[in-house]
């Protein structure tokens, strides 16, 4: 099969170009002329130089394919304009698409987000039935990745045959642009003293994601959603394991949640103020749920992911500190 891959170039783009190319297919990835192109060293691929917005572009790059892995998209929600993370992961979704159905592409692969899932109110692990619930303006990001499932499903009415990937947290080494790794990172800076809220967290590595992603392209089927995860942790467990890989003391000052709306708060002056947070008000809002997913649909009809959350935070580590990101 041929393929192309939009945001290639990025964490999760450049594993699924790599599991491509191993598997035996011939891959051509979807970048900006400025494009760093680091991440996909030593693999053999084909160039399209283009825009998300540009439709003119993207026929030429949907031209000869048999599949699309719609992978691009802005995902660092935290510290992105929300009108260009909407541009581009509304906007620049419908003009893949489109071009992917003008092209006469046999398969879309859309990855979407955990995060454009809805959350269950008795706190049960949500699945791929749940909308998306929470409030837009606090949660933009998932918001705009559940507007472009909706894309996709009016295009698949159309005739278009798309599958949609909704990755949990994803972790694994190189993320280049710290995304998910900021649990690592925070962790082996601040150590004991990052605070512990009461909620949790669900997490993949970066290469099941693209070997699921595969997956989805042979045998997914059309029109329905897979979320891709590993496992489901409190946050006490999770920075434990991380901590005990990055070599500090494990976390243990406890928040309660009585106290998060009024730390939200004040992060929301603080960013209005132009001063930079590690985090923001809408994550701490968050933390105290326990963001958790049933994973068993991805399971049972793609396959089961392969490395172990304590491999993948050992991997993540080392590759933070083998390209001088973080000292040992």
């Not at 159905?101 to 692969?109: K, S």
């Not at 909620?199 to 099941?208: E, K, L, P, Q, Y």
Request: net charge positive; proline share 5%; glycine share 8%.
């Amino acid at each position: 099969m041929k393929a192309l891959v939009t945001g290639g170039t990025g964490f999760v783009g450049s594993h699924v170009v790599r599991v491509l190319v191993e598997a035996g297919h011939t891959v051509r990835v979807l970048h900006r002329q400025t494009s760093r192109l680091d991440a996909l060293a030593g693999l053999p691929y084909e160039s399209a130089v283009g825009e998300l917005t540009d439709r003119e572009a993207l026929l030429r790059a949907c031209d000869g394919c048999d599949w699309v892995f719609h992978v691009a998209a802005v995902a660092d929600y935290w510290r992105s304009d929300v009108v260009k993370m909407f541009e581009a992961n509304v906007e620049g979704t419908r003009t893949v698409l489109k071009a992917a159905r003008a092209a006469g592409v046999q398969r879309v692969i859309l990855t979407s987000t955990a995060a454009a899932v809805g959350m269950r109110r008795d706190g049960r692990p949500a699945s791929e039935s749940d909308a998306f619930n929470l409030p837009p303006r606090h949660f933009p990001y998932g918001y705009s990745k559940w507007l472009a499932e909706e894309v996709a499903r009016a295009e698949a009415r159309k005739g278009l045959d798309v599958v949609i990937t909704n990755p949990v947290v994803v972790m694994g080494p190189g993320d280049l642009n710290m995304i998910s790794g900021n649990f690592v990172t925070q962790i082996k800076r601040l150590g004991p003293l990052v605070p512990v809220t009461s909620g949790g967290v669900a997490v993949i590595d970066v290469r099941d994601v693209a070997r699921l992603q595969l997956a989805a392209a042979e045998r997914g089927r059309t029109g329905e959603r897979y979320i891709l995860g590993t496992a489901n942790y409190d946050y006490r467990t999770w920075f434990a394991m991380i901590a005990d890989v990055v070599g500090v003391r494990r976390p243990f000052l406890p928040v309660p949640d009585a106290a998060l709306p009024v730390v939200a708060g004040v992060i929301d002056m603080a960013r209005r103020l132009g001063i930079p947070t590690p985090v923001d008000a809408d994550q701490t809002r968050l933390s105290s749920r326990a963001i958790f997913f049933d994973f068993s649909k991805t399971w049972n009809e793609l396959g089961e992911p392969q490395v172990p959350m304590r491999k993948s935070l050992e991997d993540t580590y080392r590759w933070y500190v083998e390209n001088g990101y973080l000292k040992a």
